[in-house]
């Protein structure tokens, strides 16, 4: 049982590239979400999902792109990366239903120059 | 919009010593409650939570936290800390969306520095 798996670990991007995060998790989750991780500001939520084909937006959205496509994936996009956007970003998921208990990925830590 | 707040960046205690870390919540309504815990390099596990009843929970890892509505805190306690307890702490509270699921907020943590 992996949990949740976060792929890269680390990236380097130039501004203006494109690059999509990949998180998967083999739990049968209907939760998942993304945060991104900065000094000093704790974890903001990015997109989260309750379901295939169910995503919203959190509380810092712009510049991120998000599908569901099935249970286990829930990849991150970026679509032109810019330096705000350096930072650790972190997969969540969990069983629907408030109260549940999130499982973390390990992280994928990205700069962009 | 719910909001966090952990005075304290950093706090240093000695091993066997108590600790308590605190946090200060605003919420409209009964607040859904969390303390996660993240180890260098690590994504974050969950300690504790509170939704109802009983103020005081108990956690793992020999943690306990008490919810006080009057004061709109959640403060984390342990009796006598631990080498392995050093690590960031972070408070969250968890807001109900569209969906009927949470959204956490969390705090910007707390690093916890242990002494010998």
């Known amino acids: 049982n992996a949990g949740v798996t976060q792929t890269p670990k680390f990236q380097v991007l130039k501004t203006g590239q494109s690059m999509t995060l990949q998180c998967a998790q083999d739990?049968?989750?209907?939760?998942m979400s993304w945060y991104r991780q900065d000094p000093g500001m704790g974890l903001r939520l990015i997109h989260y999902?309750?379901?295939?084909?169910?995503?919203d937006q959190g509380e810092v959205p712009n510049g991120y792109n998000v599908s569901r496509s099935t249970t286990e994936d829930f990849p991150l996009r970026l679509l032109s990366a810019a330096p705000s956007q350096t930072s650790v970003y972190f997969c969540?998921?969990?069983?629907?239903?408030?109260?549940?208990?999130?499982?973390f990925g390990s992280g994928t830590q990205l700069s962009v120059l | 919009a719910q909001s966090v707040t952990q005075p304290d960046i950093h706090i240093t205690v000695s091993e066997g010593a108590s600790l308590e870390l605190r946090c200060n919540y605003s919420?409209?309504?009964?607040?859904?409650l969390f303390w996660y815990v993240q180890s260098p390099g690590q994504g974050l596990q969950l300690l504790l939570k509170?939704?109802?009843?009983?103020?005081l929970v108990q956690g793992i890892k020999g943690f306990e936290a008490e919810f006080k509505r009057s004061q709109s805190s959640f403060n984390l306690r342990k009796p006598s800390v631990h080498w392995s307890d050093a690590a960031e702490y972070f408070c969250?509270?968890?807001?109900?969306?569209?969906?009927?699921?949470?959204?956490?907020?969390f705090g910007t943590g707390t690093r916890l520095t242990i002494i010998p």
């Open positions: 919420y409209g309504a009964t607040p859904y």
């Open positions: 509170y939704f109802s009843g009983d103020t």
């Open positions: 969540a998921s969990s069983y629907a239903g408030v109260g549940e208990k999130l499982f």
């Open positions: 739990m049968n989750h209907e939760y």
């Open positions: 999902s309750v379901g295939a084909g169910i995503t």
């Open positions: 969250a509270v968890g807001d109900i969306s569209n969906f009927g699921n949470e959204k956490l907020t």
